[in-house]
């Protein structure tokens, strides 16, 4: 059915580059963690937050919030987030 409307003009396939930059998956995103989040960077080591990461991947900013409460996210119109605050 897909191959019969891509064949129809009707439907135009996205490529991967182009379904990556409309879900900002290509380092436009950006995480806050909240005060007493704990982070784990390594197999002993961990940092207490809060945490902030910016010009990551939508993945990357959603796996960093995934279950915390308090976290926020964003990818391609952060400016407009009132945690948004990025290094200048």
């Known amino acids: 059915m897909l191959d ?5 003009g009707r439907i135009r396939v996205l490529t991967e580059e182009q379904k ?3 879900s900002g998956g290509k380092g436009t995103c950006a995480y806050s ?3 007493g989040t704990s982070v784990q960077i390594g197999p002993n080591a961990s940092v ?3 945490c902030e990461g910016y010009g ?3 993945q990357t900013a959603q796996q960093m919030t995934q279950g915390i409460a308090g976290a926020h996210w ?3 119109s952060c400016s407009s987030a ?3 605050n990025p290094p200048k």
């Open 4 to 8: 019969l409307l891509k064949n129809s």
């Open 20 to 22: 990556s930059s409309i």
């Open 33 to 35: 963690l909240p005060n």
């Open 48 to 50: 207490d937050c809060p």
């Open 56 to 58: 990551v991947s939508a």
């Open 74 to 76: 964003c990818c391609d």
């Open 82 to 84: 009132s945690w948004y």
